[in-house]
């Protein structure tokens, strides 16, 4: 069994910033990929960031410039940091790892989801 717990969503103001947090605790042998993901109401959910090793970012290109994602390793921790954040930003944000749990079994986590509001 593999847990996340998403921190650091909240409202903000237009052109303000936020960084969000994941954290991955359990069985785990292995982080392998890595991401962000986002789902506004009465929209599917979309990839917004992902980590798929240590050396490869990936972004919508609605984020791009303005969201960084990035990761450590030995915390099994990834970040969301987002700035400049626009009205259409407004999601409940997802953090999703996959790995090997310790039992060489590959599991794929979702966390509970973090609300982004940008607001004036």
């Known amino acids: 069994q593999v847990q996340l717990v998403e921190s650091g969503g909240g409202l903000v103001q237009p052109g303000g910033s936020l960084r969000l947090s994941c954290a991955a605790s359990?069985?785990?042998?292995?982080?392998?990929?890595m991401g962000w993901y986002r789902q506004a109401p009465g929209k599917q959910r979309e990839l917004v960031a992902a980590?798929?090793?240590?050396?490869?970012?990936n972004y919508a290109d609605s984020v791009k410039g303005r969201f960084t994602i990035s990761r450590d390793n030995a915390k099994n921790t990834m970040y969301l940091r987002m700035n400049n954040l626009k009205p259409e930003d407004t999601a409940v944000y997802y953090c999703n790892v996959r790995g090997l749990t310790k039992v060489r079994m590959s599991f794929d986590s979702w966390g509970q989801g973090t609300q982004v509001t940008v607001s004036s």
């Open positions: 359990g069985s785990i042998f292995v982080i392998n990929a």
């Open positions: 980590s798929p090793s240590d050396s490869v970012t």
